[in-house]
């Protein structure tokens, strides 16, 4: 298909068979990411308690860097790309693309900066101590050391999606995990002959496999038959072109801060039961973290949509799209939920055997995960939502959540002792509040023009 025949598709096809045929090569990729996260945990889980506990307390920090490089900021780079083609601009789509790399740049280096130079300041912060923070520092330091790699592989794939493209970035992606999962296993526990990195080898792996992805999509953008040109800004960088992005990408990284705000309370909490329940909840909100890619396959498809319908003031068609998709997302989120809370020991069985750990595992998954389909329509909503441009709204809908989440945990165990249980409780909660305000969000004019 080419560009031409790809926006007007995105202008005036049948909003499903539209939102399906653009969301499928990314549903792949996220279903791909999925299982390299079930194989790093898998691998490492190997290792024993101690590492996998380290696992779970740099695992909001890697999920940010994949949520911010790839749907936050990376969310900015479409939104400006599709907004700017869908308005016949194809210059400041090319702009986009060229700014979004130097903003990738940028915030490759404020990561390893944060993770690498206070990275052991901040996994201690969370419960970790003795040998899980030093292997958590450890795996930390590859990590982020490397992910340049992530953020310039995401950073290009956004601007091929907000072209209408999504078979190019997803199947990369694919690609790439494809290897990422052998590999892990291999550098982690030393197959074939390769070093045994333990618990460095999920970061290693992960690092050489997004080098392969950002080289090949680099390629795309510069070759021949590239669908937009990358290149040097004609007339140099400009403040204009970076705010268009970062209007939308700042905010959303702000997003997925205060998403993960919640996650790292309730883990600091969870931390004074011990490593145990650090690893218990850790792999429970594991399921929760993949929701996030799994809404982001259908989002990413909402983001360029809504973007190209918003450039082309076609308001009402756009937000038919949002409802569409966060339907289907919010349907996909809703089973997954229901099947681990009537049987959480299919997810948290396939990580470990401790009973301290399955018991925090499958307290959580008992209550919060009836509610899961509300954040996959809360999830498909932020997505659609970086389309239009305006995220004051995704923000305010993210404050309530960690407010409710992290306040109520504080008030179930220190005040009112209601224990795990009350800290689960609040946590499900939060996420129905921030459904329910991104829901009320597209009444607002952003989406009626």
């Known amino acids: 298909m080419t560009p031409s025949e790809r926006r007007q598709m995105m202008l005036s096809g049948p909003i499903v068979p539209t939102i399906l045929a653009l969301a499928a090569p990314n549903v792949l990729n996220v279903a791909m990411q999925s299982l390299v996260s079930i194989g790093d945990a898998f691998f490492v889980g190997q290792l024993g308690l101690v590492d996998l506990a380290a696992l779970a307390l740099v695992f909001p920090a890697q999920m940010a860097l994949g949520q911010m490089s790839a749907g936050a900021m990376g969310g900015g780079i479409s939104s400006s790309v599709a907004r700017a083609l869908g308005s016949g601009n194809r210059a400041g789509a090319e702009a986009a693309a060229a700014h979004g790399l130097a903003i990738a740049l940028g915030m490759a280096a404020l990561f390893a900066i944060a993770f690498v130079g206070f990275g052991r300041s901040i996994f201690g912060a969370l419960g970790g101590s003795g040998a899980a923070l030093e292997r958590a520092v450890s795996f930390a330091n590859v990590l982020f050391l490397g992910c340049l790699a992530h953020w310039i592989a995401n950073s290009m794939a956004s601007v091929l999606r907000g072209t209408g493209d999504m078979k190019t970035p997803g199947y990369a992606l694919v690609a790439a995990a494809a290897v990422q999962i052998p590999l892990c296993g291999a550098l982690t526990l030393g197959w074939a002959g390769l070093p045994r990195l333990g618990i460095q080898g999920p970061a290693a792996s992960a690092v050489i496999c997004f080098t392969l992805a950002a080289l090949w999509m680099l390629f795309r953008l510069i070759g021949p038959h590239a669908a937009l040109r990358l290149h040097f800004p004609a007339g140099g960088f400009r403040w204009t072109s970076f705010n268009d992005i970062l209007k939308v990408g700042l905010i959303a990284c702000l997003v997925v801060i205060l998403t993960n705000g919640t996650v790292l309370l309730v883990t600091g909490l969870i931390g004074r039961a011990g490593d145990g329940a650090i690893a218990g909840y850790g792999i429970g909100s594991r399921l929760e973290y ?44 809703a089973v997954i939920g229901l099947v681990v809370a009537v049987a959480p020991d299919l997810w948290l069985g396939l990580f470990t055997r401790d009973p301290v750990a399955l018991a925090a595992g499958r307290t959580y998954l008992h209550i919060v995960g009836p509610v899961y389909g509300f954040f996959g329509i809360a999830m498909a909503l932020y997505f659609a939502s970086q389309g239009t441009g305006e995220m004051f709204w995704p923000v305010g809908a993210n404050l309530a959540r960690i407010v409710v989440a992290g306040g109520g945990s504080l008030l179930a165990l220190d005040v009112l002792g209601w224990g795990l249980n009350g800290l689960f409780a609040f946590v499900a909660m939060g996420i129905v509040s921030f459904s329910a305000i991104l829901a009320i969000s597209t009444t607002r004019p952003a989406w009626r023009g």
């Open 290 to 333: 993949m929701l996030v890619p799994i809404s982001f396959g259908i989002g990413a498809a909402l983001t360029a949509l809504v973007g190209t319908n918003i450039g082309a003031r076609q308001h009402a068609r756009a937000l038919r799209m949002a409802w569409s998709g966060a339907f289907m997302a919010g349907g996909i989120a």
